[in-house]
DNA sequence: AGTACTTTTGTACTCATTACAAATATGTAC
DNA sequence: GTACATATTTGTAATGAGTACAAAAGTACT
């Protein structure tokens, strides 16, 4: 469970109006650990919001970054996932079967540190760690 | 200056038979630390290779990769960067001018620790780190 | 110089994401 | 409440990185 169940709060908190759409986007993320596609979310939100457009969830998704409600994960080359928990952490894709996980900083010694460095005369606004490689499932199945 | 001078020799020492376009792949990024993207090592190297096709390219890229001669940069959400630096060290991205420099381990405390994690029963293939931010020239002319 | 295998090339395609402009909703002043 | 300005949403069309595919060119081996 997250820190904040409110998806309406979690907007406001971050500056950001709070309307049917964005709502349920910051819902789905905070109550997700999938750290779902947009295209995943648009699939997820489309039954109960049938005139929801793929074009919504995109500006929304790119609104909530910006306001840093929620994180923009790269560790996927082919599309870009999203992640409700902006408490650092860092991330781990299995090569087989895709999955994405957090690691928080009990499971990743020195993550605190590498989180909140200072480097130099550069400014940090973001940190990402990713890990790659495979599963414990996906190990037993396969030589891989 | 890199460890490899040498792109043919490189290549060798991952499995890799050298062809001419592969060599100019190699030897583009084994000199240069701009993290170039597919599209600006095709463009670099067609003047003196005018036959090199954008496809080939892609696929000695490909290949490159996955015998760990280079390096995938997923930093940029844009398109993907190539590295041909394959010792452990961190990106750093500048949100203003797009720049993406290299933080080695000297410049990054507990990057070491970070990099050579055993995380629980996770077969770790690969580690990625990345500082989002705004360098130093960039911090400079602007109030962001 | 012939056959099998590898590599390269160009074209056509896919598909995530964005641009854009019309439509809808919301807020505010009278 | 109704008219006007502003913000948000929507659908469609476009962009552009990357891939599929099959023909062409190159390499190796006999």
């Not at 997820?44 to 793929?54: E, I, Q, W």
């Not at 999203?82 to 999955?99: E, I, M, N, S, V």
């Not at 989180?115 to 199945?141: K, N, S």
């Amino acid at each position: 469970m997250l820190i904040t169940a409110n998806p309406i709060e979690h907007l406001q908190s971050h500056g950001i109006k709070p309307s049917p759409q964005r709502i349920a986007v910051m819902d789905y993320l905070l109550n997700s650990r999938m750290h779902p596609t947009a295209d995943e979310i648009y699939l997820a939100l489309s039954p109960s919001m049938p005139t929801l457009s793929k074009t919504t969830v995109y500006n929304t998704l790119k609104l909530l970054v910006e306001a840093g409600a929620v994180l923009n994960i790269s560790i996927d080359e082919k599309n870009a996932r999203y992640d409700g928990d902006t408490r650092p952490h860092a991330h781990f894709r299995c090569l087989k079967c895709g999955a994405v996980l957090d690691l928080y900083p009990e499971q990743v010694p020195y993550l605190e540190q590498i989180d909140r460095q200072q480097l130099g005369r550069l400014r940090i606004v973001q940190t990402r760690l990713y890990y790659i490689g495979y599963c414990e499932q996906c190990q037993e199945h396969t030589s891989n």
